[in-house]
């Protein structure tokens, strides 16, 4: 079986090349990759090359298939996985492997023959024995892809505390019934947080979201609406926080306690750290979800209210896996929709141009679909690209009637009429 990837040999040095996979093993699945969303991650890996701690220092001759966030179908089981895996199944990849041999091994950044952007990979035997290849029952692949992002945000809210006078127990989770923050909320991941939190079985009573945005906002606000949310049972408010006198002091007036009971963090910013811990209230939870680029990045926090009113943070990166299976089940379900995330489309020929300049492209995920060829586009210039060409036309069309989200029929009308790699 031969497959099409992008592969990367080096600091900037990605190329997408035809290679032959082999046969696979007894313990060991070939699959075909559908779709891939590309991570921040992978701009990170393919600038640093060899220097990232998770590419293997001998790329420059062995190289590795890029991406991470993948859902395909399988094509072959090898023995071992018989029982448990079957031909024409979906599935979703868990990235984080653990190994004993190599902690920070992962897919899309230190294997040959997997990765996100490729055709056709053969999943190895250490996937498969830390339990990382996982059915996916949805209609859509790109779901499937955003089952990685939407594992990080779970993984999250699963990693905030809560304490109990008396005890060293701590209490799991976000405060069910509790007031929480989403801070700068209104990127990609923060929306991906206002759907989980709305939708997700241990919900928040209040949930405010602040950006300095006001576009922004306005179309969090139109994707995931006050009204749905109550439903929900949860009252939602929308804030812009840019010409608020004092943000703090009216981000709690609007609760009936002294504090929040949950804060996130969606921008590595100084001051909307500081202004977390300043909304945080008795045994108030910060988690700090943004991740920063500079190694000596700090902000202030209030060791009184730490001492005296039991405020504390934590940090997550990644989900684990059952955070994983928690995403992929909610969405098989239709409980949670981050197709609000993705705002750009393209082909396995766009992915090269697409990660090396990932931080200069505007907008939030930029969804790939590994077996056509198509120039990354917005969504929002669908209908502009459309004047000249009847792909776009139709696609402008289907997403016109769905509040303008990428959506399973813009999926399918893609695969089925996109010209092929």
Not at 56 to 78: L, T, Y
Request: proline share 5%; net charge negative; hydrophobic share 35%.
């Amino acid at each position: 079986m031969k497959t099409k990837a992008v592969r990367l040999y080096g600091k900037n040095d990605l190329r997408m090349e035809e290679f032959e996979l082999g046969q696979i093993k007894d313990d060991e699945i070939l699959a075909h990759i559908i779709s891939d969303s590309i991570c921040m991650s992978s701009y990170k890996a393919s600038i640093q090359g060899p220097d990232h701690k998770r590419v293997p220092n001998d790329v420059g001759v062995n190289p590795v298939i890029i991406g991470h966030e993948f859902c395909g179908e399988i094509i072959e089981v090898g023995s071992r996985w018989a029982d448990q895996f079957k031909p024409g199944s979906k599935f979703s990849i868990q990235p984080a492997l653990n190994l004993e041999r190599d902690p920070f091994a992962a897919p899309g950044y230190t294997f040959p023959k997997i990765g996100g952007n490729a055709t056709y990979i053969i999943i190895p035997g250490e996937v498969m024995q830390q339990d990382c290849l996982l059915n996916y029952e949805g209609d859509a692949y790109f779901y499937g892809s955003l089952a990685e992002p939407m594992s990080c945000i779970v993984g999250a809210f699963h990693a905030n505390y809560h304490t109990k006078g008396g005890s060293y127990v701590h209490d799991m989770g976000i405060k069910e019934g509790g007031n929480m923050a989403i801070l700068a909320g209104v990127g990609p991941m923060g929306l991906g947080a206002i759907d989980y939190a709305i939708h997700c079985s241990r919900r928040p009573s209040f949930l405010v979201v602040t950006d300095i945005n006001e576009e922004r906002l306005k179309r969090a606000s139109e994707i995931y609406t006050v009204e749905e949310a109550l439903e929900n049972g949860v009252i939602l408010k929308y804030i812009n926080t840019a010409d608020i006198e004092n943000p703090d002091e009216y981000l709690v007036s609007l609760i009936d306690s002294d504090g929040y009971d949950d804060v996130f963090v969606f921008a590595p910013v100084k001051p909307v750290i500081e202004q977390g811990d300043a909304i945080l209230g008795k045994d108030g939870c910060l988690n700090f979800f943004a991740g920063p680029t500079n190694k000596e990045f700090k902000a202030e926090f209030n060791f009184y209210n730490v001492h005296y009113n039991s405020t504390h943070i934590v940090g997550t990166s990644g989900g684990n896996t059952d955070d994983m299976r928690e995403s992929l089940k909610m969405m098989e379900n239709s409980l949670i929709n981050p197709a609000a995330m993705i705002t750009h489309i393209g082909g396995l020929d766009s992915v090269i141009d697409t990660t090396l300049n990932l931080p200069k492209i505007p907008g939030g995920k930029k969804l790939i679909y590994t077996n056509i060829e198509m120039e990354l586009t917005a969504i929002g210039d669908f209908r502009e690209k459309g004047k000249n060409d009847e792909l776009f036309d139709k696609l402008a069309g289907i997403v016109e009637n769905n509040n303008n989200l990428w959506c399973v029929e813009a999926e399918k009308y893609l695969l089925d009429n996109a010209k092929k790699i």
